[in-house]
Nanobody, 127 residues
């Protein structure tokens, strides 16, 4: 089993930055790709970013140019750096991990393809 724990959420003003972290524990050798998703009230869960075990990264259209994803395999941790935050970025952010060595964005952008999920961390962008 794999346990994912997110941290780093909080309240930030528009234009500010936050860095989310997701640490994997347990049978983390079972993990290949990892991703970040978010879900705002009344909306579907959407992909924010994903990164393969080899470091290939993808960024969702809605956050392109503002967010970056990175991964430290030695620490079993994936990060989401969020800059130039907007009120519409307000959501619960979830970390996810996939067991399979798939690398295409079309696969990694679909929440149902992930096997493990964290509990989520709230990000609120407001003045």
């Amino acid at each position: 089993q794999v346990h994912l724990e997110e941290s780093g959420g909080g309240l930030v003003q528009p234009g500010g930055s936050l860095r989310l972290s997701c640490a994997a524990s347990g049978n983390y050798f079972a993990i290949n790709a990892m991703g970040w998703f978010r879900q705002a009230p009344g909306k579907q869960r959407e992909v924010v970013a994903a990164v393969t075990s080899g470091g290939r990264s993808y960024i969702g259209d809605s956050v392109q140019g503002r967010f970056t994803i990175s991964r430290d395999n030695a620490k079993n941790t994936v990060y989401l750096q969020m800059n130039s935050l907007k009120p519409e970025d307000t959501a619960v952010y979830f970390c996810a991990a996939d067991r399979f060595a798939r690398t295409s964005y079309s696969y990694l952008s679909v929440a149902q393809n992930y096997d493990y999920w964290g509990q989520g961390t709230q990000v609120t962008v407001s003045s």
